[in-house]
């Protein structure tokens, strides 16, 4: 579980150096879209603990979110209601359910002994 | 083992890019700051303006009541001697072009106000406001067509008048003024006008932007007088050949 610490850090590595920066108008999309890639990360670290880990579902699942995600807020900046908060809500939701099952997970991985009684 | 390197990897991919965007969001909202502010600082902070103003207009009251009593002791002076009657002429002129009379003659009334064209989305309403820039073109524009005395909205510009924007706002000798713009200049109307109408000119500049501008030859034009009191703490004369 290595693997993602390293990239994070990499990441932020990359964006520290490099000049990159959002337009102030984007920003909420930024938000949205951190939010869904974040979920995305909690949802493989869980396939993983599961067992069910698969490349193709991750990858698309990623882009599919985000790209929603952003859709939403767009389309709510569009219509004057803040749909967005339907994405804050599903991912915020998701992610501390999916934080629950990788803490099981781990659990299960430290004391195995003391699951099996 | 494959498998579940394959997978750590993909997510670390999905983390990276994940990094970058935090790190640009970070940015974005450090640029731009947090807007918010308590309702009770606001309430303070009306509060404390509300003094500031009852202060500011009291001194205003005061500065008027000094000018008087100078006119008056120049007046008085002015009859013991013709010397000090010459003097006063001078000091009339001078007061003149220093913007510290009121007066009146034939110049131009420039209204500047912000345009009127729905604004597109996405597109930065900046471009349709009117800048501190604008208006200082403006005023150059004039000098340079030889215009005598300017004011921006009933405030003369004088020497040491800044045009400066703050917020939403544009402060002129340290007041704030909100659009419409009405910039008046004391001059040889005709060639006010041409000036500002030139070709590639100014109006033509903030034409572009939909501002709407709007300029007014006039036979009789009020041109008020600096109403701010002056306070030169570092500026010393030095008379005629003696810093050359």
């Known amino acids: 579980m290595i693997y993602p610490l390293i990239g994070l850090i990499i990441g932020l590595f990359i964006g520290f150096i490099s000049p990159i920066s959002i337009p102030v108008k984007y920003s909420s999309y930024m ?43 767009y389309f709510g900046d569009r219509l004057g209601i803040p749909i967005y908060l339907a994405a804050i809500f599903a991912f915020g939701v998701r992610i501390f359910q999916n ?19 | 083992m494959n498998d579940k390197n394959k997978a750590g990897l993909s997510i670390a991919l999905v983390c990276l890019v994940l990094g970058m965007m935090l790190v640009a969001q970070f ?17 303070e902070i009306a509060q404390e303006l509300k003094n500031i103003t009852d202060e500011r207009d009291m001194l205003k009251k005061e500065v008027l009541n ?13 009859k013991i001697s013709s010397l000090t009657e010459a003097m006063q ?22 209204t500047l106000d912000d345009s009127n064209v729905p604004k597109q989305p996405g597109e930065d309403p900046n471009l349709y406001l009117i800048h501190d820039e604008d208006i200082l073109r403006v005023i150059n524009e004039l000098f340079a067509a030889g215009a005598e005395a300017v004011s921006v909205n009933d405030l003369r510009i004088v020497a040491t008048s800044e ?8 402060i002129v000798n340290s007041i704030r003024l909100a659009p419409p713009f009405t910039i008046k200049a004391v001059g040889d109307p005709d060639v ?5 109408k030139m070709r590639g000119g100014i109006i033509e500049y903030l034409e572009v932007y939909n501002i709407q501008v ?31």
Do not use: W
């Open chain 2, 89 to 110: 002429k001078e000091l009339e002129k001078t007061r003149m072009m220093a913007g510290l009379t009121a007066g009146e003659g034939p110049g131009v009334v420039i």
């Open chain 2, 27 to 43: 940015r974005t909202t450090q640029i731009s700051g947090s807007a918010y502010t308590s309702h009770q600082r606001a309430q």
């Open chain 2, 163 to 170: 045009v400066r924007c703050v917020g939403p706002t544009i």
């Open chain 1, 31 to 73: 938000s949205i879209a951190i939010l869904a890639a974040l979920d995305s990360v909690f949802g493989g670290i869980r396939a993983i603990y599961e067992n069910n880990f698969d490349v193709n579902i991750f990858i698309t699942g990623f882009f599919a979110n985000t790209l929603m995600a952003g859709f939403l807020t």
């Open chain 1, 99 to 117: 934080l629950a099952i990788i803490r099981r997970g781990i659990i299960k991985h430290i004391f195995p002994k003391k699951d099996q009684k």
């Open chain 2, 214 to 244: 709007s300029i007014k030859k006039q036979d009789k034009i009020q041109m008020p007088a600096y109403t701010r009191p002056i306070q030169l703490n570092y500026l010393k004369p030095t008379k005629a050949g003696e810093n050359q």
């Open chain 2, 66 to 78: 000094l000018r008087l009593r100078i006119d008056e002791y120049e007046n008085s002076a002015s």
């Open chain 2, 192 to 196: 006010l006008e041409a000036s500002l």
